[in-house]
């Protein structure tokens, strides 16, 4: 989720019936709203490449296309993951592509491994050493995989890139160059050794937070949560967010998070979003979105079957 000039723009893997539905056929799709309740269908605003040489082309994967504006550049700056067309998960890219209004087209510029020759700044000394399962050394010359992502812009104008890595056995939070179009090496691994994808973070209050899930495929599986007082750390690992009935804490509601949304004029109130995969039939996946509620200061989840935003909360609109 976008929210720029007063609009949220909604960007999504575009879905096709079938499993083939799972591999971009069509591209990243996004629709736009003043207010959460009434969508607008804005069309492709990245379209996959029908040329065979493009790392985009149609049967390529692109999943959790994040967008920023750049207040530098005054450009609209996509970030997903990118998996090369036949080459399952191994190639673990991110693709960037820019635009100079939010809802594209979007220019396609490439797609590269993050973080290529540079360690983390909190390396150990013998996680660069190479070896089986020693993914961070292993990946240092190419650069770090990245599977599940997102793309966090702090007060500051700096973005961040967050990604899965090492197998999806740790997070990696990277800081991006000014023009948010590559990271720049500087970053830190969280959690190595937990399987992690889906990251979600957000700031409240000056702290940061962290959704994730585990590791299960399509298969939803119990939420993660973090916090820390700066983006880069130490990053406390907290309890399963998620309270209430037993499937819901072991399941996530049935869903895996996918992004954190503070509502523009309510900054303290933050919509948790998730997605409800359906790898059979790609076109019925469904999306869960929940208040976060807040326990001596922990962000929890509860399941509600309808809920509505605080009036104040949808942006004011234009005159
Ligand atoms: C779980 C990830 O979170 C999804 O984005 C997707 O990559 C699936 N795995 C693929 O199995």
Redesign the pocket.
């Known amino acids: 989720m976008l929210v720029h000039d007063g609009t949220y723009y909604w960007f999504g893997e575009h879905k096709t019936e079938g499993s083939a539905g ?1 591999r971009a056929q069509v591209g990243v799709h996004v629709y736009s709203s003043k207010d959460l309740y009434r969508w607008k269908d804005e069309g492709i605003a990245l379209k996959v490449s029908d040329d065979p040489a493009s790392d985009i082309v149609r049967d390529s994967i692109i ?2 296309p994040k967008v920023l504006f750049n207040r530098l550049t005054g450009k609209f700056v996509m970030w997903f ?1 990118l998996e090369l067309k036949g080459k399952g ?1 191994r190639a673990a890219r991110n693709g960037v592509a820019v635009a100079d209004r939010p809802q594209g087209p979007y220019r396609f510029l490439g797609s590269s491994r993050p973080d290529m020759g540079a360690w983390p700044m909190n390396v150990r000394e013998e996680d660069q050493i190479q070896g089986p399962d020693k993914h961070l050394a292993n990946d240092f010359a190419l650069g770090q995989q990245s ?2 992502m997102t793309l966090f812009q702090d007060d500051d104008g700096k973005a961040y890139l967050i990604y899965s890595s090492e197998e999806n056995q740790s997070l990696h939070i990277s800081q991006l160059s000014d023009d948010y179009l590559k990271t720049i090496g500087r970053y830190l691994r969280l959690f190595p050794g937990t399987p992690l ?2 990251p979600a973070l957000f700031k409240r209050q000056g702290h940061y937070y962290l959704f994730a ?1 585990g ?1 299960t ?2 298969k939803p599986n119990a939420a993660y949560s973090a916090e820390a007082n700066s983006i880069w750390g130490p990053w406390q690992m907290l309890d399963n967010p998620v309270r209430g009935a037993a499937e819901d804490v072991s399941t996530t509601f049935g869903a ?1 998070s996918t992004y954190a949304l503070p509502l523009p004029d309510m900054p303290d109130r933050i919509i948790f979003m998730a997605d409800r ?1 359906k ?1 059979q039939n790609a076109i019925d996946g469904r999306y869960v979105w929940l208040p976060v509620e807040w326990e001596h200061d922990k962000p929890v989840l509860r399941w509600q079957s309808a809920w509505r935003l605080p009036v104040q909360s949808s942006i004011k609109r234009e005159r």
Do not use: F, I
């Open positions: 799972n999943e959790r993951h998960y599977r599940d994808e889906a899930s590791v495929g399509w895996q995969w790898p």
